[in-house]
């Protein structure tokens, strides 16, 4: 199978080294050297690409995953920041008939996590005397706060039955690849759930894992589909 990296910085770096362990050989790479005004996002460029995958901007990204579905390449999305314009972007997928998988975090671990968190949430939504917080902390350059993944525990908070405030925090310094917190809190007890990135790996393993089963389908997704589609719930 043949892959487009879009966005060759930590991230792209990353899937190109681990691609051949997924069967894909890398067809060609699109930075800001190349791709600065998508002028690189051309029918030549990405002749016979299976699919792409996309690490870039919250400004960039919408407009890469438009014209990619434009020119009838699958792609997997894990630029976040950009979820303003999920609609934009769907539409686009739909109508030229190609195929997205996005998702704030393709950690396998974080996806799980989720899961726990929403759980957690489910279970204590109908004891008032219970508050809730996230925090998260990331890497000095990941320019979006509260990160993608954190306003997505949020929402799946949420979407669980959590109707109470959650009190949001972050903080960028140094190289953290990225840990998250949901915390409740009542006078008896405090229950803090955590997830903590050791490296940028599972992230890059988890996109090429949805860039394998991508290939060939349409339709749009988000991860957790894919990773949670045998369990019944």
């Known amino acids: 199978m043949n892959l487009a990296i879009v966005g060759y910085g930590k991230m792209g770096r990353l899937i190109e080294q681990l691609a051949p362990e997924y069967g894909f ?3 060609c790479i699109l930075d800001v050297h190349n791709n600065a005004n998508y002028e690189g996002l051309t029918q030549e460029q990405l002749r016979d690409v299976d699919v792409a995958v996309e690490f870039t901007t919250p400004e960039a990204a919408p407009e890469n ?3 990619l579905a434009a020119l009838g390449v699958n792609v997997v ?7 303003s314009q999920l609609e934009r972007v769907r539409q686009a997928v739909e109508r030229h008939g190609t195929a997205l ?13 989720q899961r726990l968190v929403a759980e957690a949430a489910r279970l204590l939504a109908p004891f008032s005397d ?5 925090w ?6 990941k320019r979006d706060a ?3 993944t954190l306003l997505a525990l949020v929402r799946s908070m949420e979407q669980a039955g959590w109707t109470r405030p959650v009190n949001l925090a972050s903080n960028r310094a140094g190289k953290l690849p990225g840990t998250h917190e949901i915390g409740f809190d009542s006078a008896a007890d405090t229950i803090t759930l955590r997830h903590t990135a050791r490296n940028r790996e599972g992230f890059a393993r988890g996109a090429l894992m949805a860039a394998r089963w991508v290939v060939g389908k349409k339709g749009f ?4 589909q894919i990773l949670f589609q045998d369990l019944v719930r």
């Open 25 to 27: 050989q890398v067809r």
């Open 65 to 67: 995953l438009v014209r």
């Open 77 to 83: 999305s894990g630029t976040t920041g950009w979820t």
């Open 101 to 113: 998988v996005w998702a704030p975090n393709f950690s396998i671990g974080v996806n799980v996590f």
């Open 130 to 134: 219970y508050e809730a917080w996230g």
């Open 136 to 141: 998260e902390i990331h890497h000095s350059a």
């Open 146 to 148: 509260p990160s993608g």
């Open 221 to 224: 997704y988000e991860f957790s």
